[in-house]
Structure formats: structure tokens, C-alpha cells
């Protein structure tokens, strides 16, 4: 019953957000798309079709209906790819966050409850892993082994938990001090219970705020290293491959790159707009929260 009038109430705000519901809806549409992506592509996304190359949109001269967006240089569907893009995109956007939090979550909770020799041990390999630039990091790890989906969300998962180690640990060292822990300790409850049940719900608002702007930060990320060719590779298809593919053809076939950056764009809106208003929503100091956002 308390889980629906939350779900209820969460309803009422994000309502009355036009940021949040925007944000919403686009997600929404996103994760319909990327899910049922193989019913709704009008064409095979990896086929070359050379008698139809470089066809524009269809509302231009000589486009058709076929390929609402036009084709590329190989006469692949502009459409159809974008909709498969959209897979790899939240893919490598959603899991590659879920490493980088759960290892930052470990991190932080370890270090900031903890403390002492634990502490000075976590945070001085959390600075150490800051001296290393991640894109560079990134750059070479993808240059080293064969680019993958996976090999994305690994090698992206692992230069971003840094972030969420020191949220958190400053969110725990907060929480700790706090009346019912002490309370808790007091009464000889175990650190594992007291972790669980008092710490990590209490931070975890902060913690899915962070998570849902990462995504969008990721998404940026993925399509650039395709773009410079060190994400994933043919025949799987990426928005920021696209771009890639489109590169040459700016000023001729403006078509090839621009449809797919502009569903990087609304995507990435949509995902910050939804995390703005988590923030305001799940921020308890933030009259927001009482409004709904706006």
C-alpha cells in the first residue's frame, strides 16, 4: 500500500514538472524503441543497397518514402539505423553506470564508514586513479584489446566509479554521526545491518541522481570514442559511427550525420532533464521537492 501511494505521489510531481515529464517521456520513448527495435526497422540496418545510395529525406527531391531520413553512402536506411543505434547507446550508457556504482558505492561506504587506516588506504587510491586522465585510460585500454560492447561498458565502468566513491563517502560521513546510528551502535547491532538498513537508504537518493546524469555523460562518451573509430565496430551500428560515416558528406548529405546527432542530443536532454528533477525531487533541503519541480 505505502509503495503505491509513493508511486502515487511521484505520479502527482513529476505532472506538474514540465522538465521532468519531458525528460520523461523521452527516456520512456527511448527504452520502448531500443526494446522493440526489430519490429519497427523498416530495413535492415547492415545492407548496402548501392542503386540507392545517398538518397535524401523523403520531403526533399528525389527522397522516398522508403527511407524517411534518406540513405548513407552505402545506401543503408538512415532510420532503421538510428532505431538499432539506440540499443548500444543505452547498453553501454546504463550497465557501464551500474559497474561504475557499484563499485563507487562499495568504496564510499566502505571508506566513509569505516574510516581511519580503511579510509586513508580507498582515498588515496581514488587520488591516484584521478592522476591518470580517464580518456587517455580509456584511449588505450580500447586500443590494446578489440572494441566491444563489452568492452566498452568495462573499460568506461572502471574510470568512472572514482565519482561516486567520493559522493558517497562524504554522504556516509554525514549519515554515521547521525542520532538513530548511534543509536544502533549503542544496542550492539552488527556494521553489515547498520550499513544496509541505516546508511546506503539514506544516501541513495544522491546516489541515483549521480547514476542518472552518468548515463547521459556516457551516451556523449560511447558516441565519441565511435566516432574516432574505437568504439563498436561494423556491423553492429552506433550513433556515433554514424557520425563518422557522415563526416565526409557535411556539405553534400547533411542528412547522414545530422539525424543521428540530433537523437544524441534529445536523448542526452532527456536523460539530464529526468536527473534534474530527481535531484530536485529527492533532495529534502530543496523546496522543489514539495513542488514538483518545474
Given at each position: 500500500m505505502k509503495v503505491m501511494t509513493s508511486f502515487s505521489k511521484l505520479y502527482k510531481l513529476l505532472i506538474r514538472s514540465k522538465t521532468g515529464l519531458t525528460g520523461f517521456i523521452i527516456v520512456l520513448a527511448v527504452i520502448i524503441i531500443a526494446i522493440i527495435a526489430n519490429w519497427i526497422i523498416p530495413h535492415n540496418p547492415a545492407q548496402n543497397d548501392l542503386s540507392n545510395t545517398l538518397l535524401p529525406p523523403f520531403w526533399m527531391e528525389g527522397g522516398s518514402t522508403n527511407y524517411l531520413l534518406g540513405t548513407d553512402n552505402l545506401g543503408r536506411d538512415i532510420l532503421s539505423r538510428i532505431i538499432i543505434g539506440s540499443r548500444v547507446s543505452l547498453l553501454v550508457g546504463v550497465f557501464s553506470?551500474?559497474?561504475?556504482?557499484?563499485?563507487?558505492?562499495?568504496?564510499?561506504?566502505?571508506?566513509?564508514?569505516?574510516?581511519?587506516?580503511?579510509?586513508?588506504?580507498?582515498?588515496?587510491?581514488?587520488?591516484?586513479?584521478?592522476?591518470?586522465?580517464?580518456?587517455?585510460?580509456?584511449?588505450?585500454?580500447?586500443?590494446?584489446?578489440?572494441?566491444?560492447?563489452?568492452?566498452?561498458?568495462?573499460?568506461?565502468?572502471?574510470?568512472?566509479?572514482?565519482?561516486?566513491?567520493?559522493?558517497?563517502?562524504?554522504?556516509?560521513?554525514?549519515?554515521?554521526?547521525?542520532?538513530?546510528?548511534?543509536?544502533?551502535?549503542?544496542?550492539?547491532?552488527?556494521?553489515?545491518?547498520?550499513?544496509?538498513?541505516?546508511?546506503?537508504?539514506?544516501?541513495?537518493?544522491?546516489?541515483?541522481?549521480?547514476?542518472?546524469?552518468?548515463v547521459a555523460t556516457t551516451i556523449i562518451l560511447e558516441a565519441s570514442l565511435s566516432f574516432l573509430g574505437l568504439g563498436i565496430q561494423p556491423p553492429d551500428v552506433s550513433w556515433g559511427a554514424m557520425l563518422t560515416d557522415g563526416r565526409d558528406y557535411l556539405a553534400t548529405n547533411w542528412w547522414i550525420a545530422t539525424f543521428p546527432g540530433i537523437a544524441i542530443t534529445i536523448t542526452v536532454l532527456g536523460i539530464i532533464f529526468l536527473g534534474d528533477w530527481l535531484r530536485d525531487i529527492l533532495d529534502p533541503r530543496n523546496t522543489l521537492s514539495k513542488k514538483g519541480g518545474v
Open positions: 553506470v551500474l559497474l561504475a556504482g557499484f563499485i563507487g558505492l562499495l568504496v564510499g561506504v566502505l571508506a566513509g564508514y569505516y574510516g581511519k587506516w580503511i579510509d586513508t588506504i580507498l582515498m588515496r587510491f581514488v587520488d591516484s586513479f584521478l592522476a591518470i586522465p580517464s580518456i587517455l585510460f580509456i584511449l588505450v585500454v580500447l586500443t590494446v584489446f578489440e572494441p566491444s560492447i563489452m568492452t566498452l561498458i568495462i573499460v568506461i565502468g572502471l574510470t568512472n566509479w572514482v565519482a561516486y566513491a567520493r559522493v558517497v563517502r562524504g554522504e556516509v560521513l554525514s549519515v554515521k554521526e547521525r542520532d538513530y546510528v548511534r543509536a544502533s551502535k549503542s544496542i550492539g547491532t552488527n556494521n553489515t545491518t547498520i550499513i544496509t538498513k541505516h546508511i546506503i537508504p539514506n544516501i541513495l537518493s544522491s546516489f541515483i541522481v549521480i547514476s542518472a546524469l552518468s
